[in-house]
């Protein structure tokens, strides 16, 4: 399907796929926690106080 797109495209085996799939799997992951229900990046501040984060 991607070689249709993307001229040149090819993956030589069906691990390579694998590994490529679980790669964008994992970075869509992180930016879909990185990025809020507004659609801009949120950051959370943490402080420790005592012995604990808040």
Request: charged share 20%.
């Amino acid at each position: 399907m991607a070689s249709g797109v993307i001229g040149g495209f090819f993956v030589r085996g069906f691990w390579t796929a694998v590994l490529g799939s679980v790669i964008i799997s994992v970075v869509s992951a992180l930016l879909t926690t990185l990025i809020g229900d507004r659609g801009s990046f949120e950051v959370i501040q943490l402080n420790k106080k005592d012995d604990r984060w808040e």
